[in-house]
């Protein structure tokens, strides 16, 4: 069953294949270390440096009106998202939604009002799987029903991913938020809002990326946005082109919508802006998640209220967008309208040149109590109180022409009658200088996750599966090793033909066979494959399932990989005098070091825990006959049955051994 290790015949022929081995592995991991220092560097080019406006200036830069001390050409709305109302989790969630509802919308007084989806929670007790549960729509149809806010605002709320769970098509009864939310069925489709003011009009599209119909999670991750949606949006496009803004939301970022990638893009690069939620920050390590895309459009994800309970306030002033991000219950709210933030330009959208000929500085105070002093600084050097004009804005006479050069910072600094004190503040520029994009926003939302998982599991995968087979025709055979350690484990593991091939079978069977078969929709069953999920006559892409190939070669594969290396080259049988004896293997007296013994252990830990959460999760998100079907289950079965062949053998050997038989 095992190879057989020679005595010190072939030992020169060992250190020179060992020797060859080493040398290829050693160039390998240069060269791969060059392709990615060259990527990196190609990267950070990439996504940081400012994208560069060489079209003609705005035709409306240099026309009046232009920002002067009055209430004219000026309007705010807001941007919410990921609110999360959950049945099991954080009441506080939807008690300060509520709260948001009545006091938030009360002040600020947006005139929209856009919420880019997860409404609702939908997750069951226990975090892993997931349905429409009709009290979680209640509660969140109460808070705006109560806080009446769609007789202050026009209140625009769309589904995210966590609203189609488990829906089998929008038309059916469980998709609740035809039922309870704002919109209604116009929302649950590509649709535009107009907002029509004196001075101009302004579109709002959704960009419709929702899976229909929506298998239960975890895959449903990312969005598909079909060849109607896109014509509907590139129909909408056409019409807002009269439009002084037209501007995007949706609840996927464009990074994580797969579909019509390329018509999606020239859409958006139409609009001054894409808005959006559905990432989270990526659980706060990112919390600046805001780019201005290569086609000049900004896109901005706004933090989650589910956590973070953030909201962003956004304001149209002459035509320049404006919006700060604020934490719920902060007061007073500042919103700097003008100059705008040099980092958020848009000047193939804006009239950006219309900053030079204003003549005062401008920005938004929102507070319960009011305003007793609002100052002005810019580059440290304080200009004085503000003037109240009406409502919440304030302005400060200033000389654009003495800022002409560069990135100047501004800071406003307002106090309220309550005592709270607010300081915000940002770099402008007023030549098109602009500081460099922030790394980690950027190569999120102007990347591809889809492909960036996709080359992570393909690379990986590729070199797991490639490695072992390259390993054993390098070393031909395992006899005449007498290295110790894991390199010497790796080559007794590779020329052993039911261990290596199975392995081998274990790492290809993910990318080619399906994972499991369950109720993937409501009511439905289906197959869960790599490439997507097959449901109701239905194939739905999903590509989220990389990620999950990429984590279990990291967790189960290369530790199961490792794990038996070490207990084969133990358990390794050996020749002395015709008979069959452990004593001249070293570590037969000791079967395995103490380093040895807790890296095999570790690796043992991660493997179980790693396959005992998938298919407890295959058991919770799609039911029992997913947990009997899946891969995992099965995987983990093999597994300990390869092990207990293993221990087996081990015993046959000792046994052999102390009755002295031969070979």
Known sequence: MFGILSGSGKARYSRKTMVKVLGICTTILLLNIALLAWLWAIAVEHFTVPVEYNGPPHQRGHKPPYPGDTMDNLWWFIHISDIHISRFRDPSRTTDFQKFCTNEIDIIKPEVTIVTGDLTDAKDWDHVGSKQYEIEWKAYHNAIKFGHVQEKTVWIDIRGNHDAFKVTHKTHSVNYYRRYSAMGEKGDTTFMYQHKLPFGTYSFISVNAILDPGPGRPFNFFGYI??????????????????????????????????????????????????????????????????????????????????????????????????????????????ITNPKRARFMAPKHEPVDKMIHSTHIRFLLFSPSPITSATVAIDGVDLGPAKHVEGPLYVLPWEPAKFMDGLHTITVTAKNAAGDVTNTGYRFSLDGSRPMQWFAASLFLMGDITCGLQFLCIFVGFWFVLSLPVVRWLTKSSAGYRHHGLPRSLVVLVHNNMYLYSILGIAIYPLIGPWCIGEIIEGHYGASTLLGLYVNGTFIPETFSYAVVFVDILLFQLPMTIYFALHLDCYQPTVSN???????????????????????????????????????SAYACYGPLALFTSKDLWTMVFVLLLRSKLVRSKQYYREMNGNGQTS
């Open 578 to 616: 015709g008979s069959i004896t452990m004593k001249s293997n070293r570590r037969a007296k000791r079967p395995l070091c103490l380093c040895s013994s807790v890296t095999s252990f570790a690796c043992l830990v991660s493997m179980f825990i790693w396959k005992i959460y998938l298919c407890y």
């Open 226 to 335: 079909g060849k109607d949606d896109i014509e509907k949006l590139e129909h909408y496009v056409d019409e807002s082109h009269h439009s002084n803004h037209t501007m995007f939301f949706g609840h996927y970022p464009t990074s994580t919508i797969i579909g019509e990638q390329f018509r999606l893009n020239n859409a958006l690069s139409q609009g001054i802006a894409y808005l959006c939620g559905h990432l989270h920050s990526l659980g706060g390590m990112i919390p600046n998640m805001k780019a201005l895309q290569k086609t000049g459009s900004l896109e901005l994800e706004v933090e989650d209220w589910k956590i973070n309970r953030m909201y962003r306030v956004m304001a149209y002033d002459h035509d320049l967008l404006s919006f700060n991000d604020v934490n719920f219950g902060e007061w007073p709210v500042v919103l």
